[in-house]
């Protein structure tokens, strides 16, 4: 398996919080996502990275902003978390953009906001 | 631009018996296709790929699936299901670059004894 670590696993927390998801890989891959997986979307990218500092939206990228200062971690921000944004958010690491190489994924953060 | 459609959100089969999983795609080039399967609380795991060599393509866990392009389809296809496959499957097709992957809204397997 990959080594991508998500965390935390499971949070939950209020409307209008901050709120900060982490990836961290041991991989050594250029290509970091995060997605957003709800019932009956498959999983929709929010934003992705390409390098460090080098970083793109996606096509659900509002309400969200991300961060990446080192290769392995890959930090996804909800400035001020709304019910909307309750879902489950994967990260996803690919080895270089154009070597048609997949995506490996790791298990997901459950994110729950009341 | 690309897009994938799954034309079953669910499917149900019985233990031994085939399993197909129809995706559709479009593209604007010849497009690079996967399979994913994501069991329950779990992340994505890679099934097989489509990148322009053979038309059929061979995966893990006995899953194959046949690239057409003049159906613009990826269907996804198993000989005899097994309990351990009920999960959901996704299919997903890459832009150009490889930099960005769309992916369809699932289909979930269900397998019954």
């Known amino acids: 398996d990959a080594g991508i670590t998500q965390s935390p696993r499971h949070k939950v927390t209020e409307t209008g919080t901050p709120v900060t998801l982490r990836c961290h890989q041991t991989?050594?891959?250029?290509?970091m996502y995060w997605y957003r997986q709800d019932p009956g979307h498959g999983l929709r990218l929010i934003h992705y990275s390409y390098g460090v500092k080098d970083t793109d939206k996606g096509e659900v990228s509002d309400g969200y902003s991300v961060s990446r200062s080192k290769t392995e971690d890959f930090l996804l921000t909800l400035e001020s978390a709304t019910s909307s944004q309750t879902s489950v958010y994967f990260c996803?690491?690919?080895?270089?953009?154009?070597?048609?190489?997949?995506?490996?994924f790791g298990d997901g953060t459950r994110l729950s906001i009341l | 631009a690309q897009s994938v459609t799954q034309l079953d959100s669910h499917v149900s089969v019985s233990e031994g018996t085939p399993v197909l999983l129809r995706c559709n795609y479009s593209s604007s080039y010849s497009p690079s296709l996967f399979w994913y399967v994501q069991h329950p609380n779990k992340g994505l795991q890679l099934l097989l790929k489509?990148?322009?060599?053979?038309?059929l393509v061979k995966g893990i866990n006995g899953f194959e699936a046949e690239f057409k392009k003049s159906e613009t389809s990826f269907h996804l296809t198993k000989p005899s299901a097994h309990m351990s496959d009920a999960a959901e499957y996704f299919c997903?097709?890459?832009?150009?670059?490889?930099?960005?992957?769309?992916f369809g809204s699932g289909t979930k397997l269900n397998v019954k004894p």
């Open positions: 991989e050594n891959h250029r290509y």
């Open positions: 997903v097709v890459s832009d150009r670059n490889f930099n960005k992957f769309y």
């Open positions: 996803a690491i690919s080895f270089e953009g154009g070597s048609n190489q997949p995506q490996h």
């Open positions: 489509y990148t322009s060599a053979a038309t």
